[in-house]
T-cell receptor, first 112, second 117 residues
Framework: DQQVKQNSPSLSVQEGRISILNCDYT??????FLWYKKYPAEGPTFLIS?????DKNEDGRFTVFLNKSAKHLSLHIVPSQPGDSAVYFC???????????FGKGTRLSVIA | DTGVSQDPRHKITKRGQNVTFRCDPI?????LYWYRQTLGQGPEFLTY????????KSRLLSDRFSAERPKGSFSTLEIQRTEQGDSAMYLC???????????????FGPGTRLTVL
């Protein structure tokens, strides 16, 4: 049973436009959520996180929104740049200090 | 570079051989995690340490796998009698966990790519 789901395997966006990556979760015990970016042959790089006590967190071009009632979070990247092309993973933990549970990732392609 | 480091970056071995990977976490981090990632999947948790204590193991961690963190600093992951199904990227992550902080951000190393022939 997959507890963290990223239902879009891939997404293409034009440079300068907004990229929206979605993630759904099923475990109501999850209270800390993270987004990681991964290039081929490298480890995941931490991007941004959000605690369940918030519904939005912003860091530069990256904003994460959390809708606890829908068990849904999204990552917005604006404006999108070609260097943002990578696989993005959504991850969650319970009580904020247990091993992360990852989704399968969404491959973002930003087209110049 | 003060990030998480892993060695080797690539390992090719024959089925039945033993392999050992090393992870050096960010120096002040007390928690260290091992994950495995196969093609098309997200990283899957294997085991984690708080200081030198191994606190949790996944059911993915068969008895052929063993991990240690002898002095609460670096960690090793050994796979005995490797099988072709062990081929994957093995990722190490570290974090600074405290009882009072419920937002434990894990930082990953570059991974070790294992190929079992």
């Amino acid at each position: 049973d997959q507890q963290v789901k990223q239902n879009s395997p891939s997404l293409s966006v034009q440079e300068g436009r907004i990229s929206i990556l979605n993630c759904d979760y099923t475990n109501s015990m999850f209270d800390y959520f993270l987004w990681y970016k991964k290039y081929p042959a490298e480890g995941p790089t931490f991007l941004i996180s959000i605690s369940s006590i918030k519904d939005k967190n912003e860091d530069g071009r990256f904003t994460v929104f959390l809708n606890k009632s829908a068990k849904h979070l999204s990552l917005h990247i604006v404006p999108s740049q070609p260097g943002d092309s990578a696989v993005y993973f959504c991850a969650a933990s319970a009580r904020g200090n247990t091993p992360l549970v990852f989704g399968k990732g969404t491959r973002l392609s930003v087209i110049a | 570079d003060t990030g998480v480091s892993q060695d080797p970056r690539h390992k090719i071995t024959k089925r039945g051989q033993n392999v050992t990977f090393r992870c050096d976490p960010i120096s002040e981090h007390n928690r260290l995690y091992w994950y495995r990632q196969t093609l098309g999947q997200g990283p899957e948790f294997l085991t984690y340490f708080q200081n030198e204590a191994q606190l949790e193991k996944s059911r993915l961690l068969s008895d052929r796998f063993s991990a240690e963190r002898p002095k609460g600093s670096f960690s090793t992951l050994e796979i005995q009698r490797t099988e072709q199904g062990d081929s994957a990227m093995y990722l190490c992550a570290s974090s600074l966990g405290t009882l009072f902080l419920n937002t434990d951000t894990q930082y990953f190393g570059p991974g070790t790519r294992l190929t079992v022939l």
